[in-house]
Nanobody
């Protein structure tokens, strides 16, 4: 599966953005999709992820209550709605996917994802 992230931009502190991750390829509905972010000079970190069939989600502690991940498998798209953005949320945001085997849950580790899109830059001004 190939992924393309979009929706980043410049927003003031307290503002909102919705990121989109569009997939091409077969059987997108069988993949867990996660969002990660990486700021300059920092390691890539987990933001949120959603299971293949959508009911299970997981969020980083820093993002709980401030973002919602959702998916529309008919459109091969996963969304990350972010609100109450802070300057420390400034980073390149990446979507990633991995096939969800039966009985396997969501991973928050970037090394467990083997399909990555290009990043979309989010910049939050103070």
């Amino acid at each position: 599966v190939q992924l393309q992230a979009s929706g980043g931009g410049l927003v003031q502190s307290g503002g909102s953005l919705r990121l989109s991750c569009v997939a091409t390829g077969r059987a997108f509905s069988t993949y867990i999709v996660g969002w990660f972010r990486q700021a300059p000079g920092k390691e890539r970190e987990f933001v949120a992820a959603i299971s293949a069939n959508g009911p299970t989600t997981q969020y980083a502690e820093s993002m709980k209550g401030r973002c919602t991940i959702s998916r529309d498998n008919d459109k091969n798209t996963v969304y990350l709605q972010m609100s109450s953005l802070k300057p420390e949320d400034t980073a390149a945001y990446y979507c990633a996917a991995v096939f969800q085997f039966r009985g396997v849950g969501i991973s928050t580790r970037s090394l467990d994802y083997n399909n990555w899109g290009q990043g979309t830059q989010v910049t939050v001004s103070s």
